[in-house]
């Protein structure tokens, strides 16, 4: 039960990443002008890196635990 529940997660969060990659590669109108990339984007993309981090330490946790 518990690996279907981990399948179904990883396969929506896939689905979701893959569905916003259009509006994420939004480009402004004069193509002389620069990308804006502010300080929003870089606290989304530290939080998405701290977010993995504490997922990959929860899985090894877990891993450690289950070993006999």
């Given at each position: 039960m518990k690996r279907s529940t981990d399948?179904?997660?990883?396969?929506?969060?896939?689905a979701l990443l893959i569905g916003s990659i259009g509006?994420?590669?939004?480009?402004p109108a004069n193509p002389t002008?620069?990308?804006?990339f502010?300080?929003?984007e870089l606290l989304i993309g530290?939080?998405?890196?701290?977010?993995?981090k504490k997922v990959y330490d929860k899985w090894k946790k877990k891993e450690q635990k289950n070993k006999p």
């Amino acid at each position: 039960m518990k690996r279907s529940t981990d399948l179904l997660k990883i396969s929506l969060s896939c689905a979701l990443l893959i569905g916003s990659i259009g509006w994420t590669m939004a480009q402004p109108a004069n193509p002389t002008s620069p990308t804006p990339f502010g300080f929003v984007e870089l606290l989304i993309g530290a939080g998405a890196l701290y977010g993995g981090k504490k997922v990959y330490d929860k899985w090894k946790k877990k891993e450690q635990k289950n070993k006999p």
